[in-house]
């Protein structure tokens, strides 16, 4: 159901801004360390990255960029043809191996990005070096490495935020509310608002609004994400204060000169 609201969101954009934006001709994908980015010198409307691993997913896109992920796809499209930031995708922690990545444009041409992995690079590279004795390795292996190892296998194929936000409509809500808002697809739930804060108002396109059980789970769920991410924001703008006190030089110490006593020699004496 939701892939097929994808596609719409694809259809509406290509007539909107189909001959309005740079087209991509080629396109690179990098995956170094932890940051995903997408160099293609034009606005895509939708891409299409097939990979292996277990990969929790940071999200670094503009407002109005939806994201989704599968077990081994993951699909953006932008609703709003806006460039990326620096070409920034996402970050990621865990393991992600991008296999193939496909875009398409707003003219609906379709372009295969060429990949650069610098981190299977690195493990390829590692593996050629491999010394023969994994007991040899297992020893020399620190508590903190295996830690390590356990905890990147606990992930799954997740992202911290997929709303959608900057979205802007003049079709009325059922509480007549038009504008800006935003869209949590994983919840179904839509708020005021070009960016969700705590002055955000939840908004339907049903009479019932929120009423059952399950609707107020979600609508709960958003609001907890919403306060969540407010205080984060919050914390990381707030400066550092440090506490300045005005400290008034000291005067110079008064050193006494020590006096000397001058002895008083009486000329003469007794006879």
Same mark, same amino acid.
């Given at each position: 159901?939701?892939?097929?609201? $994808? ?15 740079? =087209? ?5 994908l ?6 995903v980015?997408?160099?293609?010198e ?24 939806i994201?989704?992920?599968?077990k081994?796809?993951?699909r ?10 620096n ?17 398409? !444009? ?6 295969i ?7 299977? $690079? ?13 007991? $040899?390795?297992?020893?020399? =292996? ?8 356990m ?18 409509? !003049?079709?009325p809500f059922k ?11 994983s =919840? ?29 789970k979600?609508l ?8 969540k991410?407010?205080? $984060? /924001?919050?914390?990381?703008s /707030? ?8 400290i008034?030089p000291?005067p110079a110490?008064?050193? /006494? ?7 008083t020699i009486?000329?003469?004496?007794s006879y």
């Amino acid at each position: 159901m939701y892939t097929d609201k $994808i596609k719409s969101f694809v259809k509406i954009t290509e007539t909107i801004f189909g001959d309005n934006l740079p =087209e991509p001709q080629q396109a690179n994908l990098q995956c170094i360390d932890d940051i995903v980015t997408l160099d293609c010198e034009g606005v895509f409307n939708m891409l299409v990255i097939k990979f292996v691993g277990n990969v929790y997913i940071y999200n670094e896109l503009p407002d109005g960029y939806i994201i989704t992920i599968s077990k081994d796809t993951i699909r953006i499209v932008n609703k709003l043809g806006k460039f990326l930031n620096n070409n920034l995708l996402f970050k990621f922690g865990g393991e992600f191996n991008p296999k193939k990545a496909t875009l398409y !444009t707003f003219k609906n041409n379709k372009v295969i990005a060429n990949i650069f992995n610098k981190n299977e $690079i690195e493990l390829i590279a590692q593996n050629k070096t491999k010394i023969e004795d994994d007991s $040899i390795l297992l020893l020399e =292996e620190g508590e903190d490495d295996r830690n390590d190892r356990m905890s990147r296998n606990t992930y799954t194929n997740k992202i911290d935020d997929d709303s959608v936000k900057g979205l802007y409509t !003049t079709k009325p809500f059922k509480d007549g509310y038009t504008g800006y808002y935003n869209y949590f697809p994983s =919840e179904g739930v839509y708020m005021s608002g070009k960016k969700p804060t705590n002055e955000s108002k939840p908004l339907s396109k049903k009479l019932k609004g929120y009423s059952s059980k399950k609707s107020k789970k979600s609508l709960n769920s958003v609001l907890s994400k919403v306060a969540k991410n407010v205080v $984060i /924001k919050q914390v990381k703008s /707030k400066p550092s204060e440090r506490i300045v006190k005005d400290i008034k030089p000291k005067p110079a110490p008064i050193t /006494k000169q020590a006096t000397r006593k001058e002895r008083t020699i009486k000329k003469g004496g007794s006879y």
